[in-house]
């Protein structure tokens, strides 16, 4: 079984500033890719940003990068030059090679303070 | 290109009655997902349908019902429903026929039982 932990109910940044949200999770697959999705108010779920396990090195997308540790089954997201817009559910997700389905953890809401 | 989407949005029920949601994948995508996400939780897997055959389903009962079209778009059918049915139900469409493995989202409907 795979599980994925978000010790982090609710996060708050200064806008402009850095936060790093945090993630570990469980997995037997030794194939499996992990996610960081974001849900707005609004509710739409929106893929962030994807890291494959197999690749050592971290994935960045603008001002979103993870800190992947495989050995400690850690990834962690850091935003960067945060936004009003960044104000959201995070969601840490896995997704196991033999499996057909993503694994959510229970969220981070971040606020972002002007 | 249009995104995932799904009909209706808001659906309000009777516990007892039947319910069908619906959904059009993004275009190039041949499989369809369905989660249920219970108000301030992450999605849970119902069920996620690729060449019109259930190709994996998590932990819900047999209430919960699926199909896939040629055209790859999916229902979700939910019978006797319960008070606790109520949630937001989300679509996600991907690409397993070219190993594509991130999931994009529709809005999502919400439903109550009343």
């Known amino acids: 079984a795979q599980t994925v932990t978000q010790s982090q109910p609710e996060m708050s940044v200064q806008e402009a500033e850095t936060v790093t949200l945090s993630c570990t999770y469980d997995t037997s697959e030794s194939d499996y890719y992990l996610f960081w999705y974001k849900q707005p108010p609004s509710r739409q779920m929106i893929l962030v940003i994807r890291q494959e396990a197999y690749k050592q090195q971290n994935a960045t997308e603008n001002r979103f990068s993870v800190n992947f540790q495989k050995a400690a089954k850690s990834f962690s997201l850091k935003i960067s030059d945060s936004q009003l817009g960044d104000a959201a559910m995070y969601f840490c997700?896995?997704?196991?090679?033999?499996?057909?389905?993503?694994?959510f953890g229970k969220g981070t809401k971040l606020s972002v303070k002007p | 290109d249009a995104g995932v989407t799904q009909s209706p949005t808001h659906l309000i029920k009777t516990r007892g009655q039947q319910v069908t949601l619906r959904c059009s994948p993004k275009s190039g995508h041949d499989t369809v997902s369905w989660y249920q996400q219970a108000l301030g939780q992450g999605p849970q897997f119902i069920f996620q349908y690729y060449e019109e055959e259930e190709r994996q389903r998590g932990n819900f009962p047999d209430r919960f019902s699926g199909h896939q079209f040629p055209n790859y778009s999916s229902e979700l059918n939910v019978n006797a429903l319960l008070l606790g049915d109520s949630a937001l139900y989300l679509c996600a469409s991907s690409s397993l026929g070219t190993g594509t493995y991130e999931q994009y989202f529709g809005p999502g409907t919400r439903l109550t039982v009343t």
């Open positions: 997700v896995i997704y196991g090679g033999s499996q057909g389905n993503l694994i």
